[in-house]
């Protein structure tokens, strides 16, 4: 996969895990409220059953991303990164 599958891979899984966490939160803060406007009523356990599978489906979302962030290219030069500045003045 090239660099920028990794990157919209990454991208992708962190919006997935953020928006499900979201709606997690939100379902157990509001139970009367209907959990993504009932696109998972198929799920069988009513709303202990929807959140669980919201919560596996942000795991997924989170692994996926981590997983892509961590095969990119290792010279692109994350946030904290100090390889820029390796071996200066030091003999």
């Known amino acids: 996969m090239r660099e920028g599958g990794y990157t919209a ?9 953020a928006l499900a966490a979201q709606t997690v939160i939100h379902g157990l803060l509001d139970r009367d409220s209907e959990v993504l ?6 799920v ?3 709303l202990t059953g929807r959140l669980i599978l919201l919560g596996c489906i942000a795991l997924v ?9 961590t ?5 692109t030069g994350r946030a904290g990164d ?8 030091k003999p």
């Not at 406007?37 to 198929?42: R, T, Y």
């Not at 979302?61 to 962030?69: L, N």
């Not at 095969?71 to 010279?75: D, I, L, T, V």
């Open 37 to 42: 406007w009932g696109i998972l009523n198929w």
């Open 82 to 89: 100090s390889a820029g500045s390796r071996g200066r003045g």
């Open 61 to 69: 979302g989170m692994v996926a991303g981590g997983w892509a962030h």
């Open 71 to 75: 095969r990119q290219r290792p010279n």
């Open 44 to 46: 069988p356990g009513g």
């Open 9 to 17: 891979l990454e991208a992708a899984g962190l919006v997935i895990a």
